[in-house]
């Protein structure tokens, strides 16, 4: 029996198949001193579990309380009666076995000796069943080794027997409590090499020892009752009910909510445990780790009261050994020296340079050999491209292999010679890896030999290939151009491996293009009967421009328009300026035109003026149909073009910005400090594509900070990942965010049917805003990538970070405080908002097409999630959550009023004596006001002190107003633009849109009604009002002159405060008079 003390919340709202309260008299007989021990409730010990133990899914279920323990808000977890529980919840998209196309499914479950089967469902490819079973784990201490078996048949009753349709095997290792346990559906494997399945299964597995859950019965042999709907055994919690027991009057339980988060963990992760979140969402979690044998380490999960979210859904700070040292609180323990790369874990590979061959012999019948290489070294395999009749290639290629995965000896060089049928053996070369040597950077580079090929025999034969073999790690400078062992793609991996590799982009520098068309002279149009009308046309690239169309009974058209561009360097594309005249309603006749390159275009930082110039519009001519001449035309348009650098180019949301610097380098100020980011690895990821028919993943992460976007190596086939890349930034200035992204790369096999027409997935964003960070603290947490889609929001994995923002001097950093945040250019020529976010989404749009030429490139969807392209469109949700921001901005404000209003009506009468003291020494001291409200205003900074965040803020979901969305509003949101909705789903949302409207509207008339009242006091429109209130004035300045305005403060603030027997139930004279004053509300049609 194993024990486990966790904080224990004070009510008791626990699960009760994961929880229960026990007895708090103590047992008669006490357990086995094995025991987990939680010393002030703040971190979990294990000093006496051996490793295996430590390896085991030792589940906590039984929670129990004892108050005569020293520490009576602990938790004792139990472990006797320990069960492994599992809800066969559904199966989609199942293979039919009939011969109509149907199937009769029934689930086997297989554990530990124990089988469980549910009831048959016939006819139907996607069943539900909904039914709950429960095994009896027999030794706690060996369930990592135990897995779950479920079997998928079809129930033919012709032969009475079923036949396979699929399976799915869990480890022992993913078990967790139920508190933790969430709906997931698999894919189903195969149970051979020759076997055909499809479909997913879905089951809810999870682990009690709830006393009065009992172990399910198993079911006889295949019977008629078999078929009924009914479930195996409906179990409820703290009832007992056995597995044969079938109510047929019980309501069946609805079909759960199935929210995809991630797969169970096959790979051990450290436990997590939550000191701020109530009892009732904290969970311990056991798992093992398969790289390290180290202890679980304690991890803290932080959530903020005012935004409580699910404790999946929050922030995780985690203690990892990095490079350079252990990390525990944000600072690091020095271990060995680690160098440039002390924020990631550190990886030892071994690195495989295959530079080039020579003298090689010839095996085709006309003497040529088409070689390649191919490094072998156990499991994995590493091949070059080959050469076509070559024999003296050179290649330079280097594969790097993982060490920790490396289980041979020995690694075979082969040469090869490329066939048609079957690949000729050339030679090979042999090394022994235990005589292999170590490079340590800043060492020079291994000098690559030569090596004499042998044959299979061992014997010495001709031709030698030229290598070089070493064990680095990640800081190696071949790390980043190698060919992985976990990133060799299924397909051709010589065509793909440009989409796999690590690289980092630098955007284009982008600049604002100020076009001022003044006018044109000496246009002519070919019909001379009538005038023309004549517009000018501005266009560099996919940006078009064009002023209004004029008429003028001379050759001369006067327009003055100014219009913005954006464009980036190297200038690819010239300012186009055309004249046209509109001869119908949709037709432009061209009149001339001029072509001006952007590089000869005058360039300024500030707002001086530039010089305007005239240039010739030339005409193309049709002289026939394959052929245009140009002839000079003796028009001329006056304009004036710059390039305003003193502005910054808006490329991103203004909230998420990671740059703010101008776009003149001149203007540039030096950098503040330096921001490291250490990807170390992503934990849980959803399935993104079926391959073999099962789930898989080829992530990489995509980080973005100014100019310099960074992307990991794509690791092929893994839901868990392990990056360990390291990149830094210059920080000019702390206001800015740093944008993590993770990506399913869909560019790997054109057969991935979920890819999306080729495009890559996202998989969740975390944005980290710099100023929130504290200077030389490592923040090592563990972020939930959450997604939107149309169902709900949905929790796709889990992304861990190491993020260190050091400056070089925090003088300089707190005066970047007082400096404005946008450059100059932007408050003394401001740009208005409809053109800012104009202009944004074109500098998105060119700063994705030039990301998309690089190599690899860095695609289009990438770019625009990374820079919320799409943020501008409306969203209901989103307007909701902006509103509720709002209403918590002043939620202070109604709060003291609220507390004003309670002084007011004396409902605590010792408050309002000392708020009226408190009143009278203000009134007669006013130079103590400001003083005590700044001091009341450090006092609540300094006691909040206690309570600062100890990490970056995340995305909440709360604050999204994600939890209770209407499936419709995200619908709405998801939707293209223009609209792809049938006319009746549009017609509603446009009614609701008009209601919503509605009150906005006439929310907005009341406040225009009351700010018209207080102006049209003095514009006689109410000749009695404006007459009283006249006098009124008379009367105060008189009274006012003569009397202190202490007195008066005083006799003001008693009769707000005044007692409730002195007030009326009716509002007061100055209410009444106000009321009655008039608007324009009349005015109006």
């Not at 073999?469 to 992985?484: C, I, K, L, P, R």
């Not at 250019?825 to 030039?850: D, G, K, T, W």
């Not at 006249?1030 to 009367?1035: D, E, H, N, R």
Request: glycine share 4%; with cysteine.
């Amino acid at each position: 029996m194993a024990k486990a003390t966790i904080p224990r919340h004070p009510i008791s709202r626990l699960h009760p198949l994961s929880f229960q309260e026990a007895n708090p008299t103590p047992p008669p007989t006490p357990p086995p001193p094995l025991h987990l021990l939680s010393e002030g409730c703040g971190r979990l010990e294990n000093s006496k579990l051996s490793e295996k133990r430590r390896g085991a899914v030792l589940a906590p279920l039984l929670i129990s309380s004892d108050p005569s323990s020293p520490s009576t808000n602990c938790r004792v977890i139990n472990m006797s009666n320990l069960k492994l529980g599992v809800e066969v919840l559904s199966a989609h998209d199942l293979i039919s076995k009939d011969g109509q196309g149907s199937v009769s499914a029934y689930v086997e479950l297989r554990f530990d000796g124990q089988k469980f089967r549910t009831t048959i469902k016939e006819k139907d490819v996607n069943p539900v069943w909904n039914e709950s079973f429960y095994f009896n784990v027999s030794d706690p201490s060996t369930l990592s080794d135990c897995p779950l078996e479920a079997y998928v048949y079809h129930f033919n009753r012709a032969t009475n027997s079923g036949s396979f349709i699929g399976k799915v095997r869990l480890a022992g290792t993913s078990f967790v409590p139920y508190s933790d346990a969430v709906d997931l559906h698999y894919p189903l494997e195969k149970r051979g090499i020759f076997s055909r399945v499809k479909g997913e299964l879905g089951l809810k597995v999870f682990l009690t020892d709830d006393p009065s859950t009992r172990s399910s019965v198993p079911r006889p042999a295949f019977d008629p009752i078999l078929s009924s709907p009914a479930s195996s055994h409906a179990q409820q919690p703290q009832t007992e009910v056995t597995g044969s027991s079938l109510n047929p009057f019980q309501e069946s339980r609805p079909e759960p909510l199935r929210t995809f988060h991630h797969l169970p963990r096959e790979q051990q992760q450290q436990p997590y445990y939550s000191a701020a979140a109530p009892a009732f969402d904290q969970s311990v979690r056991y798992a093992t780790d398969e790289m390290k044998s180290e202890p679980p380490q304690v991890v803290r999960m932080f959530s903020s009261s005012s935004s409580q979210q699910p404790v999946d859904f929050q922030l995780k700070e985690t203690s990892p050994s990095l490079g350079g040292g252990r990390i525990i609180g944000g600072r690091m323990i020095p271990g060995e020296k680690a160098g440039a790369f002390d924020l990631v874990e550190k990886m030892e590979y071994l690195f495989v340079r295959v530079v080039k061959a020579r003298e090689l012999p010839a095996k085709d019948i006309t003497g040529s050999l088409d070689p390649y290489v191919e490094v072998r070294l156990g499991n994995y395999k590493g091949t070059t491209r080959h050469f076509e009749k070559n024999q003296h290639p050179e290649w330079n290629q280097v594969f790097a292999f993982a060490r920790e995965r490396v289980q041979a000896s020995f690694m075979e060089v082969v040469l090869k010679d490329k066939d048609l049928v079957k690949d000729d053996f050339v030679g090979l070369v042999r090394f022994d890896l235990n005589e292999v040597p170590t490079r340590v950077p800043p060492d020079s580079p291994l000098a690559p030999e030569w090596y004499r090929l042998e044959d299979k025999k061992g014997e010495k034969i001709k031709g030698e290939l030229m290598l070089a073999v070493w064990y680095g790690t990640q800081a190696d400078e071949s790390f980043a151009y190698a060919t992985h062992s976990d990133a060799v793609p299924a397909g051709d991996a010589h065509t793909l491996s440009n989409y796999i590799r690590a690289k980092v982009y630098h955007a284009p520098r982008l600049w604002y293009v100020r076009v001022n068309v003044i006018e044109a002279h000496d246009i002519f149009v070919s019909d001379k009967k009538r005038f023309p009308d004549v517009l000018c046309k501005a266009r560099i690239g996919g940006q078009l421009m064009k002023t209004k169309a004029i008429q003028s009974r001379t050759p001369n058209f006067l327009w003055n328009e100014e219009f913005m561009f954006v464009a980036a360097e190297p200038f690819e594309e010239d300012l186009i300026l055309s004249v046209e005249d509109r001869v119908a309603h949709n037709k432009d006749e061209e009149i001339g035109r001029v072509h001006i390159p952007l590089a000869a275009v005058e360039k300024r930082a500030d707002d001086r003026i530039i010089r305007s110039k005239w240039w010739n519009l030339k005409r193309p001519v049709a002289v026939d149909v394959d052929q245009l001449k140009e002839d000079k035309f003796s028009s001329k348009i006056h304009a004036r073009i710059c390039l305003d650098g003193g502005y910054h180019v808006l490329d991103e949301s203004t909230q998420y910005s990671s740059d703010l610097r101008p776009t003149a380098k001149p203007l540039w100020k030096p950098p503040i400090g330096l921001l490291e980011l250490g990807v170390l690895n992503a934990t849980g990821l959803h399935p993104m594509k079926t391959r073999e028919g099962k789930g898989t993943c080829d992530s990489y992460c995509v980080a973005k900070y100014g100019h310099k976007w960074v992307r990991t190596r794509t690791i092929v086939a893994n839901i868990s990942p392990r990056f360990n890349e390291q990149y830094t930034w210059d920080v000019y200035d702390h206001a800015t965010v740093l944008t993590v992204c993770v990506f399913d790369n869909c560019q790997l096999s054109e057969k991935d049917s979920s890819s999306g027409g080729n495009k890559d997935v996202k998989i969740g964003k975390v944005r980290i805003r710099l100023s929130t960070l504290e200077t030389g603290r490592i923040y090592t947490n563990t972020y939930p990538l959450l997604v939107l889609h149309n169902s709900g929001v949905k929790k796709m994995g889990e992304l861990h970070l190491a993020i260190r923002f050091s400056v070089t001097s925090m003088l300089n950093t707190m005066y970047i405080y007082s400096k404005p945040l946008l450059p100059k250019m932007h408050y003394i020529r401001p740009l208005p908002i409809i053109q800012q976010e104009m202009l944004r989404h074109q500098a998105v749009q060119i700063v994705a097409a030039r990301l998309s030429r690089m190599e690899p490139p860095l695609r289009k969807e990438v770019v625009e999630y990374m820079s919320d392209a799409h943020s501008h469109l409306w969203s209901m949700r989103r307007s909701k959550a902006n509103f509720f921001r709002l209403m918590s901005v002043f939620s202070g404000l109604f709060a003291v009023g609220k507390w004003f209003g309670d002084v007011c009506s004396w409902k605590n009468p010792v408050t309002t004596i000392l708020v009226h003291i408190l009143f009278i020494m203000l009134v007669c001291f006013p130079e103590l006001i400001l003083p005590t409200i700044f001091l009341y205003m450090f006092l609540i900074g300094v006691w909040n002190y206690r309570f600062r965040p100890r990490y970056p803020p995340h995305m909440n979901t709360k604050i999204s107003s994600v939890e209770a969305v209407d499936p419709d509003e995200l619908d709405e949101e998801f939707d293209t633009y223009p609209t792809s909705r049938n006319p009746e789903i549009v017609r509603m949302r446009y009614d609701r849109l008009r209601s919503v409207a509605g009150r906005i509207q006439t929310v907005v008339g009341d406040i225009a009604t009351q700010g018209e009242r207080l102006h049209l006091l003095l514009t006689w429109r109410d000749p009695r009002v404006t007459a009283m209130f006249l006098v009124f004035c008379l009367c105060a300045a008189t009274v006012l002159y003569v009397t202190p305005l202490q007195v008066v403060a005083t006799a003001a603030g008693f009769y707000l405060m005044r007692h409730p027997r002195f007030r009326h139930k009716l509002p007061s004279v100055p209410v009444n008079f106000f009321r009655r004053l008039p608007a324009r509300t009349d005015s109006l049609l």
